[in-house]
């Protein structure tokens, strides 16, 4: 069985690859503090010695490394390769996507520095210093340069689902940024109003930007992997402007009974269903990927389950009865893992198994870690989501009590929150076999003796239709 | 694939890429050219009017942030220098790496 592997691929490839390494380098180590704050949240003496380390600021380190170390690489460099295919041609601009890349990197490792030292922001998906926010916005840019240009570039004029959501992220991550920092950090504006703008950035970045980033990677790929043709291709325009122009406005679901017009939230819950229509259409259009075989296709549908599964809660907790329970608990950080390491991560998980071979010419070096990292990584969502779930229900319970006094609230919630810990050690052991992995199969360039065009072991690619 | 089959991609215009830029900036520029000149300031950092003499600190920003630094200098000279608190009571300030010396001092004679 022989893969295709384009002529941009390898022309393409420096990069993506670039990223690509960067961004696991920012997983493995997002993780590393990930499993620490996780170990602080149930024994907090844990690290307590040394303020670099206490839980506000390895909490921020580790949200801040996650996403803009690793998915915002992962999904740049995804969403490079996927507009470089398209395009049909090499990419354009790969100096400025390569100098992007450096200073993109330099950026987020500030960024940790920052809030390591105490300059953390305190607004969710936003933690990084706001001095920042220009070598960000600057960095991505020139990324984009080289993505617009394949995309604005194409050598066939007919454009696909994958090039709208791939373009849009690249577009509007520049955009809500710019917003954010003028009315958060340059010019504040004043009061409640900062709760509502960082309510409007943490959703827009994850409706807007990443979610934007993962549909462009499964809709290239499933298609590819499965042999088949997206089902009910013709609402996928509708789904994606039902995004684009619904996504944004959910923010203020996360102010529900707070000190805000009530206006705010009733437009946030409607968005929240109206929403629903897209993650129907996403559903309808990539069903063909839970019939799927092979690593990519598996990541991604699982992927695809978590992204439908989130949109679901995100509704649901969006009523009043429900949030009263889920409100001001852990819930909110189980929707969070689920949005961010169950669909995201995993779709970007399946998108580098499919991509990073035909960049290289190489198969994967080891089939072994292939599936260490897939089961890990599936048992570690769900346990990790699940036992937060668990935490926050015991939680919500608790304090809607007034009998139950704090610790004893604390005292209940503690098994869940170690159950929460052995998953973050689980993704943190698949996510280092995957970076063993990747790094051992993008040596393997060098090696000129081995077969340029690889033939996929099954476990790791669909049959060819 | 190997080196040799590589495609060298198509030149790329300066002016393109400036496009972009200018594109990606957009709202950064809105933001600044239309939202902060417009911004109304909140009212903790308007100077009221007819503000008493022994008020006047609280003015503004400026003014509470220099009382604040001048408050807190006064506080670190007094805890660290020797000085009358109340001279006809008889009541002294001292420094208080000097008064925590004087109270282990007076704790520990009291255990023995």
């Given at each position: 069985m022989k893969t295709e592997v384009t002529a941009s691929d390898s022309s393409s490839r420096n990069p993506p690859l670039l990223l690509l390494l960067m961004a696991l380098g920012w997983l493995v180590a997002g993780g590393l503090l990930g499993l620490v704050a996780s170990i602080q949240l149930h024994s907090p003496r844990f690290l307590d010695g040394c303020p670099l380390l206490t839980y506000g600021r390895v909490g921020a380190l580790a949200e801040t490394a996650f996403v803009y170390g690793w998915l915002a690489n992962a999904g740049l460099a995804l969403a490079l390769w996927v507009l470089g295919r398209l395009a049909g041609e090499p990419l354009r601009a790969q100096n400025w996507a390569l100098a992007g890349a450096v200073f993109w990197n330099v950026g987020v490792a500030a960024a940790l520095v920052g809030v390591a030292t105490g300059d953390a922001t305190g607004f969710a998906l936003l933690g990084l210093p706001g001095y920042v926010h220009l070598i960000l916005f600057f960095s991505y840019s020139a990324v984009a340069v080289s993505g617009l240009l394949a995309w604005s570039g194409r050598l066939r004029q007919v454009s696909y689902a994958s090039h709208w959501?791939?373009?849009?992220?690249?577009?509007?991550?520049?955009?809500?940024?710019?917003?954010?920092?003028?009315?958060?950090?340059?010019?504040?504006?004043?009061?409640?109003?900062?709760?509502?703008?960082?309510?409007?950035?943490?959703?827009?970045?994850?409706?807007?930007?990443?979610?934007?980033?993962?549909?462009?990677?499964?809709?290239?790929?499933?298609?590819?992997?499965?042999?088949?043709?997206?089902?009910?291709?013709?609402?996928?325009?509708?789904?994606?402007?039902?995004?684009?122009?619904?996504?944004?406005?959910?923010?203020?679901?996360?102010?529900?009974?707070?000190?805000?017009?009530?206006?705010?939230?009733?437009?946030?819950?409607?968005?929240?269903?109206?929403?629903?229509?897209?993650?129907?259409?996403?559903?309808?259009?990539?069903?063909?990927?839970?019939?799927?075989?092979?690593?990519?296709?598996?990541?991604?549908?699982?992927?695809?389950?978590?992204?439908?599964?989130?949109?679901?809660?995100?509704?649901?907790?969006?009523?009043?009865?429900?949030?009263?329970?889920?409100?001001?608990?852990?819930?909110?950080?189980?929707?969070?893992?689920?949005?961010?390491?169950?669909?995201?991560?995993?779709?970007?998980?399946?998108?580098?198994?499919?991509?990073?071979?035909?960049?290289?010419g190489k198969a994967w070096l080891s089939g072994g870690l292939v599936r260490a990292h897939l089961f890990l990584s599936v048992a570690g969502i769900l346990l990790l989501a699940g036992s937060l779930a668990g935490a926050a229900a015991v939680q919500g319970r608790d304090l809607a009590n007034s009998a139950v006094a704090f610790p004893e609230i604390v005292?209940?919630?503690?098994?869940?929150?170690?159950?929460?810990?052995?998953?973050?050690?689980?993704?943190?052991?698949?996510?280092?076999s995957f970076f063993v992995n990747f790094v051992g199969t993008a040596c393997r360039i060098m090696n000129v003796s081995e077969p340029a065009v690889f033939d996929p072991p099954r476990a790791m690619e669909a049959p060819a239709p | 694939m190997n080196d040799e089959t590589r495609t060298p991609p198509r030149p790329v215009s300066i002016v393109a890429v400036a496009a972009i830029f200018a594109l990606l900036s957009l709202f950064w520029v809105l933001a600044v050219e239309v939202y902060v000149p417009h911004r109304a300031p909140a009212p903790q950092n308007e100077a009221p009017e007819n503000l008493p003499k022994e008020l006047a600190w609280k003015a503004t920003p400026a003014t509470r942030r220099a009382y604040l630094a001048e408050l807190r200098e006064r506080q670190a000279n007094q805890a660290q220098s020797y000085g009358w608190v109340d001279k006809a009571a008889g009541v002294v300030r001292l420094p208080v790496g000097r008064a925590m010396e004087l109270v282990a001092r007076d704790y520990g004679a009291r255990k023995q």
């Open positions: 959501y791939a373009a849009g992220a690249l577009f509007l991550f520049p955009w809500i940024l710019s917003i954010a920092h003028v009315m958060l950090f340059s010019a504040p504006v004043h009061g409640v109003v900062q709760s509502i703008v960082a309510g409007w950035y943490a959703q827009c970045a994850w409706t807007l930007w990443l979610a934007p980033l993962a549909l462009a990677v499964a809709y290239y790929v499933i298609p590819r992997a499965t042999g088949r043709v997206l089902a009910s291709y013709e609402f996928a325009t509708l789904g994606f402007w039902c995004l684009i122009f619904v996504g944004g406005l959910t923010g203020g679901r996360h102010l529900l009974g707070g000190p805000v017009p009530a206006w705010i939230p009733s437009v946030a819950v409607v968005s929240s269903a109206l929403l629903l229509f897209h993650t129907f259409v996403v559903l309808l259009n990539l069903r063909g990927g839970f019939s799927g075989a092979g690593t990519a296709v598996r990541f991604i549908a699982f992927g695809i389950a978590a992204y439908v599964l989130g949109a679901v809660v995100d509704a649901a907790t969006c009523f009043h009865a429900v949030a009263a329970h889920t409100q001001f608990t852990f819930f909110d950080e189980a929707q969070r893992q689920l949005a961010l390491y169950g669909a995201a991560s995993t779709i970007f998980f399946g998108g580098i198994y499919f991509a990073v071979p035909r960049m290289t005292r209940h919630t503690r098994p869940w929150l170690v159950a929460a810990t052995a998953a973050q050690a689980a993704l943190l052991l698949g996510n280092i | -």
